[in-house]
């Protein structure tokens, strides 16, 4: 199988299992979603949903959340981990984005990643699910996929995030990595993964993962 057609039956496999796309992160705005994809790193999707109404009831704008301390901040997020950093990032970027954006979520990479705390996958996820600017954000799930199937040799998010964005249609980056995301969970999670059930891996994947796979189901 050629790369091209490997890509082409990815696509055709996602749109199939997936023709209607949940959004892993509950929100109602770009401020929201910024706010719930900071707090998710190193944590779960589940969990952040939790803790995030909490959070807005309290404040779901800049302005509110700067009424807030760091410190209250921090009891609120504290079960989504990494709560001292997390707080001091949320309190930081909405400040900023009142001083310098009149409380709107900026829609450029630069701006974003220069919000404390927002790194580029956290920029990518913004302007594609808040904004509908086409961006392919690399997650540990995409990142595991794109090596199974072939389609990078990245040693990092970076070379995949690239990879990606070459191998795809640019107008279904937005769909394409939150379809990879939920077939990553579902199918080919990095533990308790049965091939069996992961067809795109099957048909299409690299073949030392596959021969691992095989070896140590033997043994």
């Known amino acids: 199988?050629?790369?091209q057609e490997s890509v082409d039956?990815?696509?055709k496999t996602l749109n199939e299992l997936y023709p209607?796309?949940?959004i892993p992160l509950d929100h109602k705005?770009?401020?929201t979603l910024l706010i719930a994809v900071l707090m998710s790193a190193q944590s779960t999707d589940v969990r952040v949903n939790k803790i995030t109404p909490l959070l807005f009831e309290k404040a779901d704008n800049p302005y509110d959340m700067v009424k807030l301390s760091v410190e209250e901040i921090r009891e609120i997020i504290k079960p989504v981990g990494l709560s001292p950093m997390k707080s001091k990032g949320i309190y930081g970027l909405s400040k900023i984005l009142i001083e310098k954006h009149d409380g709107e979520v900026p829609k450029t990479y630069e701006a974003l990643e220069e919000l404390p705390a927002v790194g580029h996958k956290t920029a990518a996820v913004v302007l594609s699910q808040a904004?509908?600017?086409p961006a392919f954000p690399v997650d540990t799930h995409i990142h595991r996929l794109m090596y199974r199937w072939n389609l990078t040799n990245g040693k990092n998010v970076v070379q995949t995030e690239k990879d990606a964005k070459r191998l795809f249609p640019k107008e279904l980056w937005n769909d394409l990595h939150l379809q990879m995301i939920w077939y990553g969970r579902e199918y080919s999670p990095a533990r308790g993964w049965n091939?069996?059930?992961d067809v795109i891996t099957k048909t299409v994947g690299r073949?030392?993962?596959l021969d691992d796979y095989y070896k140590k189901k033997k043994s």
């Open 207 to 209: 073949k030392s993962v």
């Open 131 to 133: 904004f509908g600017i």
């Open 1 to 3: 199988m050629t790369k």
């Open 20 to 22: 209607e796309i949940p």
């Open 9 to 11: 039956f990815i696509i």
């Open 29 to 31: 705005d770009p401020y």
């Open 195 to 197: 091939l069996e059930k």
